[in-house]
T-cell receptor, first 113, second 112 residues
Framework: NAGVTQTPKFQVLKTGQSMTLQCAQDMNHEYMSWYRQDPGMGLRLIHYSVGAGITDQGEVPNGYNVSRSTTEDFPLRLLSAAPSQTSVYFC????????????FGSGTRLTVV | AQSVSQHNHHVILSEAASLELGCNYSYGGTVNLFWYVQYPGQHLQLLLKYFSGDPLVKGIKGFEAEFIKSKFSFNLRKPSVQWSDTAEYFCAGGFNDYKLSFGAGTTVTVRA
Protein backbone atom coordinates (compact mmCIF):
# COMPACT_ATOMS: atom_id res chain seq x y z
CA ASN A 1 0.00 0.00 0.00
CA ALA A 2 1.96 2.98 -1.30
CA GLY A 3 -0.70 5.64 -0.62
CA VAL A 4 -0.59 8.61 -2.98
CA THR A 5 2.42 8.60 -5.30
CA GLN A 6 3.47 11.70 -7.23
CA THR A 7 6.10 11.84 -9.94
CA PRO A 8 8.39 13.56 -10.61
CA LYS A 9 9.48 15.12 -7.32
CA PHE A 10 11.29 17.98 -9.03
CA GLN A 11 11.01 19.44 -12.51
CA VAL A 12 12.38 22.46 -14.36
CA LEU A 13 10.57 23.55 -17.50
CA LYS A 14 11.14 26.27 -20.03
CA THR A 15 8.33 28.68 -20.76
CA GLY A 16 6.01 27.18 -23.34
CA GLN A 17 6.93 23.56 -22.71
CA SER A 18 4.30 21.03 -21.78
CA MET A 19 4.41 18.28 -19.23
CA THR A 20 2.26 15.96 -17.16
CA LEU A 21 2.46 15.58 -13.41
CA GLN A 22 1.54 12.07 -12.42
CA CYS A 23 -0.58 11.06 -9.45
CA ALA A 24 -1.53 7.51 -8.55
CA GLN A 25 -3.21 5.99 -5.52
CA ASP A 26 -3.69 2.37 -4.59
CA MET A 27 -6.36 2.81 -1.93
CA ASN A 28 -9.40 2.59 -4.21
CA HIS A 29 -10.25 6.20 -3.43
CA GLU A 30 -13.00 7.80 -5.48
CA TYR A 31 -12.11 11.42 -4.75
CA MET A 32 -8.89 12.95 -6.05
CA SER A 33 -7.71 16.54 -6.17
CA TRP A 34 -4.81 18.66 -7.31
CA TYR A 35 -3.61 21.64 -5.30
CA ARG A 36 -0.85 24.14 -5.78
CA GLN A 37 0.99 25.60 -2.81
CA ASP A 38 2.48 29.07 -3.00
CA PRO A 39 4.11 31.05 -0.17
CA GLY A 40 1.57 33.08 1.79
CA MET A 41 -1.37 31.66 -0.14
CA GLY A 42 -1.85 28.22 1.34
CA LEU A 43 -3.10 25.48 -0.94
CA ARG A 44 -5.43 26.32 -3.78
CA LEU A 45 -7.57 23.77 -5.55
CA ILE A 46 -6.82 23.37 -9.26
CA HIS A 47 -9.04 20.49 -10.37
CA TYR A 48 -10.80 17.64 -8.67
CA SER A 49 -12.53 14.39 -9.52
CA VAL A 50 -15.29 12.49 -7.74
CA GLY A 51 -14.78 9.31 -9.74
CA ALA A 52 -13.47 7.86 -12.98
CA GLY A 53 -14.67 9.92 -15.92
CA ILE A 54 -15.78 12.86 -13.77
CA THR A 55 -13.68 15.98 -13.28
CA ASP A 56 -14.39 19.59 -12.40
CA GLN A 57 -12.58 22.86 -11.94
CA GLY A 58 -11.39 24.26 -8.65
CA GLU A 59 -10.30 27.78 -7.73
CA VAL A 60 -7.35 28.15 -10.14
CA PRO A 61 -7.90 25.88 -13.18
CA ASN A 62 -6.51 28.10 -15.93
CA GLY A 63 -3.52 26.62 -17.71
CA TYR A 64 -4.15 23.10 -16.42
CA ASN A 65 -6.02 20.10 -17.78
CA VAL A 66 -6.97 16.85 -16.08
CA SER A 67 -8.59 13.57 -16.97
CA ARG A 68 -9.62 10.55 -14.91
CA SER A 69 -9.76 7.43 -17.03
CA THR A 70 -9.16 5.06 -14.11
CA THR A 71 -9.86 5.19 -10.37
CA GLU A 72 -6.15 4.97 -9.61
CA ASP A 73 -4.69 7.76 -11.77
CA PHE A 74 -5.30 11.49 -11.95
CA PRO A 75 -2.66 13.23 -14.10
CA LEU A 76 -2.34 17.00 -14.28
CA ARG A 77 -1.28 18.47 -17.63
CA LEU A 78 0.39 21.80 -18.23
CA LEU A 79 -0.11 22.53 -21.92
CA SER A 80 2.14 25.59 -22.20
CA ALA A 81 4.08 26.29 -19.02
CA ALA A 82 4.35 29.84 -17.72
CA PRO A 83 6.54 31.26 -14.92
CA SER A 84 3.35 31.89 -12.90
CA GLN A 85 2.97 28.12 -12.68
CA THR A 86 6.14 27.80 -10.64
CA SER A 87 4.85 26.16 -7.48
CA VAL A 88 4.67 23.01 -5.42
CA TYR A 89 1.88 20.73 -6.58
CA PHE A 90 0.11 18.28 -4.30
CA CYS A 91 -2.22 15.50 -5.23
CA UNK A 92 -4.70 14.23 -2.63
CA UNK A 93 -7.22 11.43 -2.47
CA UNK A 94 -10.07 10.29 -0.27
CA UNK A 95 -12.36 7.27 -0.19
CA UNK A 96 -15.61 9.19 0.06
CA UNK A 97 -14.80 12.83 0.52
CA UNK A 98 -13.67 15.10 3.27
CA UNK A 99 -15.27 13.17 6.13
CA UNK A 100 -12.76 10.38 5.54
CA UNK A 101 -9.93 12.87 5.39
CA UNK A 102 -7.67 13.43 2.44
CA UNK A 103 -4.32 11.67 2.02
CA PHE A 104 -1.71 13.85 0.37
CA GLY A 105 1.17 12.91 -1.86
CA SER A 106 4.69 14.15 -1.23
CA GLY A 107 4.47 16.88 -3.85
CA THR A 108 6.11 17.95 -7.09
CA ARG A 109 8.24 21.08 -7.04
CA LEU A 110 7.96 22.72 -10.46
CA THR A 111 10.05 25.62 -11.67
CA VAL A 112 9.26 27.34 -14.97
CA VAL A 113 12.05 29.52 -16.33
CA ALA B 1 -18.09 32.99 -0.76
CA GLN B 2 -16.76 30.35 1.57
CA SER B 3 -13.27 31.01 2.85
CA VAL B 4 -10.83 30.25 5.62
CA SER B 5 -8.41 32.76 7.10
CA GLN B 6 -5.48 32.37 9.45
CA HIS B 7 -4.35 35.36 11.46
CA ASN B 8 -0.73 34.60 12.12
CA HIS B 9 1.80 34.23 9.33
CA HIS B 10 4.80 33.34 11.47
CA VAL B 11 4.97 32.44 15.13
CA ILE B 12 8.24 31.99 17.01
CA LEU B 13 8.20 30.23 20.37
CA SER B 14 10.55 28.71 22.88
CA GLU B 15 10.24 25.08 23.88
CA ALA B 16 7.63 24.45 26.56
CA ALA B 17 5.69 27.59 25.63
CA SER B 18 2.01 27.31 24.82
CA LEU B 19 0.79 27.65 21.26
CA GLU B 20 -2.47 29.01 19.90
CA LEU B 21 -3.09 29.53 16.20
CA GLY B 22 -6.15 31.38 15.02
CA CYS B 23 -8.47 30.24 12.26
CA ASN B 24 -11.73 31.80 11.11
CA TYR B 25 -14.11 30.73 8.42
CA SER B 26 -16.70 32.57 6.43
CA TYR B 27 -19.82 30.54 5.76
CA GLY B 28 -23.34 30.56 7.11
CA GLY B 29 -24.06 26.86 6.72
CA THR B 30 -22.65 23.61 8.03
CA VAL B 31 -18.89 23.42 7.75
CA ASN B 32 -16.37 20.71 8.50
CA LEU B 33 -13.07 22.00 9.84
CA PHE B 34 -9.57 20.60 9.79
CA TRP B 35 -6.05 21.36 10.87
CA TYR B 36 -3.19 19.97 8.80
CA VAL B 37 0.53 20.11 9.55
CA GLN B 38 3.40 20.13 7.07
CA TYR B 39 6.82 19.35 8.52
CA PRO B 40 9.81 20.68 6.57
CA GLY B 41 10.15 18.84 3.28
CA GLN B 42 7.14 16.62 3.90
CA HIS B 43 3.56 16.38 2.72
CA LEU B 44 0.49 17.48 4.64
CA GLN B 45 -0.73 15.34 7.50
CA LEU B 46 -4.06 15.59 9.27
CA LEU B 47 -3.82 16.79 12.89
CA LEU B 48 -7.49 16.84 13.78
CA LYS B 49 -10.96 17.41 12.39
CA TYR B 50 -14.35 18.63 13.53
CA PHE B 51 -17.65 17.62 12.04
CA SER B 52 -20.17 17.90 14.88
CA GLY B 53 -20.65 17.18 18.56
CA ASP B 54 -18.15 18.15 21.24
CA PRO B 55 -16.62 21.45 20.09
CA LEU B 56 -13.32 20.61 21.77
CA VAL B 57 -11.48 18.25 19.48
CA LYS B 58 -8.34 16.37 20.40
CA GLY B 59 -5.88 15.36 17.73
CA ILE B 60 -2.52 13.74 17.39
CA LYS B 61 0.74 14.86 18.99
CA GLY B 62 -1.04 16.63 21.88
CA PHE B 63 -2.88 19.18 19.73
CA GLU B 64 -6.45 20.23 20.31
CA ALA B 65 -8.83 22.71 18.71
CA GLU B 66 -12.00 24.42 19.81
CA PHE B 67 -14.91 25.15 17.51
CA ILE B 68 -16.74 28.32 18.51
CA LYS B 69 -19.72 28.72 16.21
CA SER B 70 -20.61 32.23 17.38
CA LYS B 71 -17.12 33.43 16.49
CA PHE B 72 -16.78 31.34 13.30
CA SER B 73 -13.48 30.16 14.75
CA PHE B 74 -11.52 26.95 15.04
CA ASN B 75 -8.32 27.76 16.90
CA LEU B 76 -5.54 25.24 17.36
CA ARG B 77 -3.78 24.87 20.71
CA LYS B 78 -0.97 22.95 22.30
CA PRO B 79 -0.06 23.50 25.97
CA SER B 80 3.66 22.88 25.65
CA VAL B 81 5.48 22.84 22.31
CA GLN B 82 8.61 20.93 21.42
CA TRP B 83 11.32 21.68 18.90
CA SER B 84 9.81 18.94 16.70
CA ASP B 85 6.60 21.00 16.36
CA THR B 86 8.42 23.34 14.00
CA ALA B 87 6.26 23.16 10.89
CA GLU B 88 3.68 24.95 8.82
CA TYR B 89 0.09 24.63 10.02
CA PHE B 90 -2.94 24.93 7.78
CA CYS B 91 -6.54 25.37 8.74
CA ALA B 92 -9.02 24.06 6.17
CA GLY B 93 -12.77 24.11 5.74
CA GLY B 94 -14.94 21.62 3.93
CA PHE B 95 -18.01 23.45 2.66
CA ASN B 96 -19.37 20.47 0.77
CA ASP B 97 -18.60 16.78 0.64
CA TYR B 98 -15.37 16.81 -1.26
CA LYS B 99 -13.70 20.23 -1.60
CA LEU B 100 -11.31 21.64 0.96
CA SER B 101 -10.51 25.35 1.20
CA PHE B 102 -7.24 26.13 2.94
CA GLY B 103 -6.05 29.13 4.86
CA ALA B 104 -2.73 30.74 3.96
CA GLY B 105 -0.89 28.80 6.65
CA THR B 106 1.09 29.70 9.75
CA THR B 107 4.77 28.94 10.04
CA VAL B 108 5.67 27.91 13.58
CA THR B 109 9.30 27.99 14.64
CA VAL B 110 10.16 26.48 18.02
CA ARG B 111 13.51 27.45 19.45
CA ALA B 112 15.33 25.01 21.68
Amino acid sequence: NAGVTQTPKFQVLKTGQSMTLQCAQDMNHEYMSWYRQDPGMGLRLIHYSVGAGITDQGEVPNGYNVSRSTTEDFPLRLLSAAPSQTSVYFCASSYSGIRDGYTFGSGTRLTVV
Amino acid sequence: AQSVSQHNHHVILSEAASLELGCNYSYGGTVNLFWYVQYPGQHLQLLLKYFSGDPLVKGIKGFEAEFIKSKFSFNLRKPSVQWSDTAEYFCAGGFNDYKLSFGAGTTVTVRA
